[in-house]
């Protein structure tokens, strides 16, 4: 069994600033990993995701994350953020060998960006 | 437009009253789940289904009951809802499993009482 551990419950950073959202993972398998934002009273939707290959992966609004394997680490990092970036964020894994099975999240990270 | 439709989007109700909240997709997907977000936990999963007629339990399925009789529909259903299930609830669906990542619909806020 997978689980998730994101370091930081809430980040406070100014508007153009850069901001890193911490994701440690635990488990015995190879994983899949994935970075969720939630916007205020709406669903959550997917910034970027990990499969194989690079380890450095590049989403969307300018977000990227790098998988590190050796600290089964998935830290989320922005150069500049906006206001609009205020947001929970959800780290995920589940196991690469069983893409139907269990996607484990997060408690979250509730970034808030003032200016 | 492409999207999960979850219906009510806030619900109040009394301990023991059976209610459903619907769960719709668009996009023809396989895979489709239901979450509880608390805070403090994240996102729990409740239960989830791979097919039509195929449903399996997740993290917490203790007092929920679903179904999938079309690809499109995954209903949730509380038997007899208890305070402990207030919840925000997402209804989430993917072309086929966790790779391909989740489109969510926007959450029923329950409050039981």
């Known amino acids: 069994a997978q689980s998730v551990t994101q370091l930081d419950s809430q980040v406070p950073v100014f508007e153009e600033a850069p901001v890193e959202l911490r994701c440690n993972y635990s488990s015995s398998v190879s994983v899949y990993l994935f970075w969720y934002v939630q916007y205020p009273n709406q669903g959550l939707q997917l910034l970027l995701k990990y499969l194989s290959g690079s380890t450095l992966v590049k989403g969307i609004n300018g977000f990227e994350a790098e998988f590190n394997k050796s600290q089964t680490s998935f830290h989320l990092r922005k150069p500049s953020v906006h206001i609009s970036d205020t947001a929970e964020y959800f780290c995920a894994v589940s196991d690469r060998g069983d893409s139907w099975g269990k996607l484990q999240f997060g408690a979250g990270t509730q970034v808030v960006v003032t200016p | ?113």
């Open chain 2, 1 to 113: 437009e492409a999207q999960v439709t979850q219906n009510p989007r806030y619900l109040i109700t009394v301990t023991g009253k059976k209610l459903t909240v619907t769960c719709s997709q668009n996009m023809n997907h396989e895979y489709m789940s239901w979450y509880r977000q608390d805070p403090g936990l994240g996102l729990r999963q409740i239960y989830y289904s791979m097919n039509v007629e195929v449903t399996d339990k997740g993290d917490v399925p203790e007092g929920y009951k679903v179904s999938r009789k079309e690809k499109r529909n995954f209903p949730l259903i509380l038997e007899s809802p208890s305070p402990n299930q207030t919840s925000l609830y997402f209804c989430a669906s993917s072309p086929h499993g966790n790779d391909y990542g989740y489109t969510f619909g926007s959450g029923t806020r329950l409050t039981v009482v």
